[in-house]
Every structure is written in C-alpha cells, then in structure tokens.
C-alpha cells in the first residue's frame, strides 16, 4: 500500500506508531467491550453483501491493509462464501447468511462489520451488526431514510460500538486537502461552488442496474448513488456546515422503460448559512465526475474524475496540488482502524451519513414540489 502523506493521516500515522496500551485504553468503556481483537492483531473485517464493490475493490484493500484483514463474510450465497474462504483464508465458521448474522456475537475474529448491501438493506444489516456487539462500517448512502438513518444510530448506541460511513474520501489525500484549505481558510470562505457526479447507466449490464433503479432497494437514482459524492465535497468545502435550504429539478428521462421508479439526473443547488451556493448534478445519462469551489482569494479545483477510484487531480489558484495517490478503500479502512484505536471520534462518523440523507431528502422534496425546501439536519 502506498502511504498517504496528507496532514491528517500523516498525524494519525504517527500517532498510531506511538501505540501503547495505554492509548488502547483510551478508547470508551462501551467502545473497548466491542473489541475482542488485542490490539497487536490486525483488526478482523466481515464483509456483507459479496457484489461489485466488495469484490473488486474491498476485499483486494483487505490484502494489503496495515491495522485491518478479511476474517469472514456474509452472503445470500453459501458457495460464494467458501470459495472466499479458500481465497482470504479465513474458516468457513465465518461464513453467514444474512438470517444468521446474530451469530457472529462473542466470536473474537470478528470487530469491524462492513455493510455493502443495496441501500435499502443497509439498516437492517447495520442492526443486525450492531446487535452482534460489532463496530459497524455502513457503505453509503447511509440509507433510504433519515428514519433508517436514526434507526441505525440509536441501535448502535445501545450496542456501544462504533458507527462510521464507507466515505472513502475523506481518507483521501486530495479530497483531505480540499478540507484543510476550507478549514484554514487559505483562500477566504467558499462561496461558490459547482460539482457533477454521474456515469451512463447501460442497458446490457442489466443484473448490476437492476437494484439501482429499484426504488425500494436503491432509495432513489444518482441523488442516492452519486450525488451524496457532491454533497459530501460541498459540505466539506463548508467545512462539514450543512446547507440551510435547497431547490432543485429533476432532469428529462430519456429512457423510460429503465427510469421508471427513479430519476435519471438531477440538478440541484444547495443555500448555506452565509450565502454560499453550490450548484449540482447527479446523473445515470452522462460519465462526468468534477467539483469546483470559489472564494474570494482563490479557488479549488478536482477534474474529472474528482469522485472515482482514480487518482484525483487538484489543482487551486496557486498552481497543481502534488499529493501522493493512495488505494483509497485501504486508506479509508486503516484510517477508521486508527481512529477507533486511539478513542477519536471518526471523521466520517453516522451522524454525517444521517446530515447527508437529510439533505437528499430535502432535494427530493425540492424537485417534486418545485418548491424551495429547508434542510433540518
Ligand atoms: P452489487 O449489486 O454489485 O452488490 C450488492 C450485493 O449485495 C449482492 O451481490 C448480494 O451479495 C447482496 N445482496 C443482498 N440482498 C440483495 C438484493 N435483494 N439485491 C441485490 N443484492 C443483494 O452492488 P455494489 O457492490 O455496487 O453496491 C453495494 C453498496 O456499496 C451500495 O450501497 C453502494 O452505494 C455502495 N458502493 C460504494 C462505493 C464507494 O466507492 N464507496 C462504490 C460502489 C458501491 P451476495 O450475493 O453475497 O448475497
């Protein structure tokens, strides 16, 4: 694995280093009980749901992570689960249904359950993690409801676990940047703001779009899958500020056989506190994938793609920002480690994935009802 050099995780890194036993105590009483890993072991990891990002990008990070390794899975399929077995070497006691994830209770190869679920199963399966007593890691978006979302911390609060959102970005070096620039204040506040997530959902690839475009399973269109992308680099340039009203529109539908329960593309542009806007745009009709942020001394620039598993690119008005590329899934993967070892609070904690459903919740009603919607998160 590359090593990531941002201040951030350069810091954690470092703290890490200086681990003792006393810094594994500093986590909370309630946190502690959930781990049944000792703290010279790598972190156990269970994947829930074997589909395209657990397999292609997930479990491969899981190979080369400092502070985490794969220990067991959760799957519809029994024969999947033993040829991951064979694969990650880990024993097929590991290996559970969906109906029997209470099992993983009091078992010691287990400490993280990562959910990468279709949205809509993300509560049901972060519960059932958090009713095991196991730190929960919930891909995103957090959920289809800020209900779901609420669901989901209250369960893991009377587990005394962790909760934390898959937003691999925040553990990236460019995007890490983006943050401190904001947080600094380097270039004076962000006032402006323009970012666009999307791919071209094709036809032939029918058995991956079929829950996407499913609006129990995926919750809604791109807003859900892509735009949350946006919305994440916004708040982020806000310095994590949610924004205090949105309007927006939903986009022509082109194809309508296969948009038929959820959008294609939606525009929409989200009003902060101090006058700031960010336009934005989240489609299944187009690859685009670039975020821009104006501030009165300078501005912030991530190309396209700003949001994929690429290298990102930032370049600001001082010139190309040189930053080291990093397997982000790991970076996220370690990072969450970290930060649960040394007691801090997560930098992609629930409470966010809840703030950013919130918002998604708000641009559905903006769109539907054409109506300006003020945000509650
Ligand atoms: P896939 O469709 O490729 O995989 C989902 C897996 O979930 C399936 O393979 C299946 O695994 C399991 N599953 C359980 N019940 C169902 C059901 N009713 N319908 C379909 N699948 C089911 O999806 P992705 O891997 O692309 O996405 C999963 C999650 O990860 C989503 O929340 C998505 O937003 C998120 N994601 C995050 C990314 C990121 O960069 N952070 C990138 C891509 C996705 P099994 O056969 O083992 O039971």
Redesign the pocket.
């Known amino acids: 694995m590359k090593t990531p050099h941002s201040p951030d995780l350069v810091s954690r890194r470092a703290f890490l280093g200086q681990l003792s036993a006393a810094a594994a105590l500093a986590m909370t009483a309630r946190e502690s009980r959930a781990l049944d890993t000792p703290q010279a072991k790598k972190f156990g990891v269970v994947l829930?749901?074997?589909?395209?990002?657990?397999?292609?990008?997930l479990a491969p990070a899981l190979r080369v992570t400092k502070h985490c390794r794969l220990t067991g899975?959760?799957?519809?399929?029994r024969s999947?689960?033993k040829k991951w077995a064979r694969e990650y070497g880990f024993p097929e006691k590991n290996i559970f249904g969906?109906e029997t994830m209470g099992q993983m209770a009091g078992n010691p190869d287990i400490d993280f359950v990562y959910?990468?679920?279709?949205?809509?199963?993300?509560a049901e399966?972060c519960i059932a993690a958090a009713k095991a007593g196991k730190h929960v890691i919930c891909?995103?978006?957090m959920a289809n409801t800020v209900a779901e979302c609420d669901a989901i911390i209250a369960a893991c609060r009377a587990a005394g676990v962790r909760l934390t959102v898959?937003?691999?970005?925040h553990y990236e070096p460019h995007h890490a940047e983006l943050a401190r620039l904001a947080r600094e204040n380097v270039f004076g506040a962000f006032m402006r703001m323009n970012g666009s997530n999307g791919f071209e959902m094709g036809t032939d690839d029918a058995?991956?779009a079929?829950?996407?475009v499913?609006k129990k399973?995926?919750g809604g269109g791109p807003l859900?899958?892509m735009g949350?992308?946006v919305i994440q680099a916004a708040c982020m340039a806000k310095v994590e500020a949610a924004p205090v009203s949105v309007t927006a529109k939903f986009g022509p539908v082109t194809r309508p056989k296969l948009f038929s329960q959820v959008e294609e593309s939606v525009n929409w542009t989200m009003e902060f506190g101090d006058g700031a806007e960010a336009k934005c745009l989240a489609t299944y009709a187009e690859a685009v994938s670039r975020f821009r942020a104006e501030a009165e001394h300078g501005w912030a620039q991530l190309d396209d793609p700003a949001?994929?598993?690429d290298d990102p690119v930032l370049t600001t008005s001082r010139g190309k920002v040189h930053l080291p590329n990093v397997n982000?899934?790991a970076a996220?993967l370690d990072g969450m480690a970290e930060e649960l070892v040394a007691g801090r609070p997560s930098i992609a904690p629930g409470e966010m994935g809840r703030r950013d459903v919130t918002i998604i919740e708000a641009i559905y009603a903006a769109a539907n009802s054409g109506q300006r919607v003020e945000v509650k998160a």
Do not use: C, I
């Not at 899975?73 to 399929?77: A, I, K, L, Y």
């Not at 959910?115 to 993300?122: A, E, Q, S, Y």
């Not at 898959?166 to 970005?169: I, V």
């Open positions: 829930v749901g074997l589909g395209t990002y657990s397999t292609d990008r899975v959760v799957t519809g399929s999947k689960g969906y959910v990468v679920t279709p949205n809509g199963l993300h399966h891909e995103k978006p898959g937003y691999r970005l058995a991956s079929a829950w996407r499913n399973l995926a859900m899958d949350v992308y949001f994929y598993y982000h899934q996220q």
